[in-house]
DNA sequence: ATGGTGCGTTTGGATTCTGAACCCGTCAAG
DNA sequence: CTTGACGGGTTCAGAATCCAAACGCACCAT
């Protein structure tokens, strides 16, 4: 497999890596959900190469996590916004964030803190069941075969319940 | 910035996406989630090139991610397994996963289910507050200043509260 | 002696990234 | 009416990274 035919996989990771997974990209939807919208902030903030941001930016485009709007005319200029589609991804940049915070931040202080305006606390963001609301942890959880496009059998390859 | 200073960066995400931000890494993370332990394994599985494989597994070794384990002797052969500080990385993988099944999934079918041992159901995971326990929404997170290295005032630039 | 297994490393050519410079439309000042 | 600034890109050469195939090595089995 090559690194350009991952959206073609039968795997969601693979598909949302194809999006996501590039150099870079996570780092601009950070500052995307930081309220940054526009082309010379994100180079700025970021320091990434003009010719890499505007490619990134396209591709993002494209795959519906940003969407590219004129906020001004004359000369026509545009920026960068998220799509619903793009704010979904909050969740990743919060675990993204969180375990960043635990497991290397210096001697535990962390950059940023955030806090929830509905209870107005400082929190983490916790991974939970939809169906019964308690933490995840991996070996709570059972993989089981879902749909899969060819119509075969999905290789249950790795699926005895050893721990890690 | 180029991309291998990102460790130096006073940002959890950064640090994060410095260990796990290069290509291929997030989907041997899956793999080994998936219980997949061995060089041969990963390399079929993934499609990825020997040379790449080996230095991405080196890489989350020196970063405390996996660890390299002897399973026999004569020959000596290692396998690689997910440390503590690799388990911590599940919610990542599931947020990952949940976006692809709902953003790039084709007819909304999706590869694979996730079955709770705990309460039995098939769940979606979901990121709550740790204090409130309400699913969280970016617009309803406030960002604010942490501890900075350099005790500077943090710059609040984009923190203007714009919806996005 | 030959072949197979598991886990890598070496090597040369193909992609991708970086840094610097350049381009374009518009406005404002000199 | 020329010059400069601003915002948002593109072009281009050299550096870094990735890919595919082959090779190396320790052991075991035939």
């Given at each position: 497999?090559?690194?350009?035919?991952?959206?073609?996989?039968?795997?969601?990771?693979?598909?949302?890596?194809?999006?996501?997974?590039?150099?870079?990209?996570?780092?601009?939807?950070?500052?995307?959900?930081?309220?940054?919208?526009?082309?010379?902030?994100?180079?700025?903030?970021?320091?990434?190469?003009?010719?890499?941001?505007?490619?990134?930016?396209?591709?993002?485009?494209?795959?519906?996590?940003?969407?590219?709007?004129?906020?001004?005319?004359?000369?026509?200029?545009?920026?960068?916004?998220?799509?619903?589609?793009?704010?979904?991804?909050?969740?990743?940049?919060?675990?993204?964030?969180?375990?960043?915070?635990?497991?290397?931040?210096?001697?535990?202080?962390?950059?940023?803190?955030?806090?929830?305006?509905?209870?107005?606390?400082?929190?983490?963001?916790?991974?939970?069941?939809s169906e019964c609301q308690e933490p995840l942890k991996a070996g709570e959880v059972k993989v089981e075969p879902g749909f899969r496009a060819d119509g075969e059998t999905p290789a249950s390859a790795a699926q005895t319940e050893?721990?890690?």
């Amino acid at each position: 497999m090559r690194w350009r035919e991952l959206d073609q996989q039968e795997c969601s990771v693979a598909r949302t890596v194809s999006v996501i997974g590039d150099r870079w990209t996570l780092l601009v939807l950070r500052e995307c959900f930081l309220r940054v919208r526009r082309f010379e902030a994100f180079q700025e903030r970021l320091g990434i190469t003009r010719p890499l941001l505007s490619e990134r930016l396209q591709k993002l485009v494209d795959a519906g996590v940003l969407e590219r709007v004129a906020y001004q005319e004359r000369p026509t200029r545009h920026e960068y916004r998220l799509t619903p589609r793009g704010l979904d991804l909050y969740p990743v940049l919060m675990a993204i964030v969180h375990w960043g915070d635990v497991h290397m931040a210096k001697d535990g202080r962390r950059p940023l803190l955030h806090r929830h305006r509905v209870c107005g606390h400082v929190f983490d963001p916790v991974m939970v069941c939809s169906e019964c609301q308690e933490p995840l942890k991996a070996g709570e959880v059972k993989v089981e075969p879902g749909f899969r496009a060819d119509g075969e059998t999905p290789a249950s390859a790795a699926q005895t319940e050893a721990p890690w």
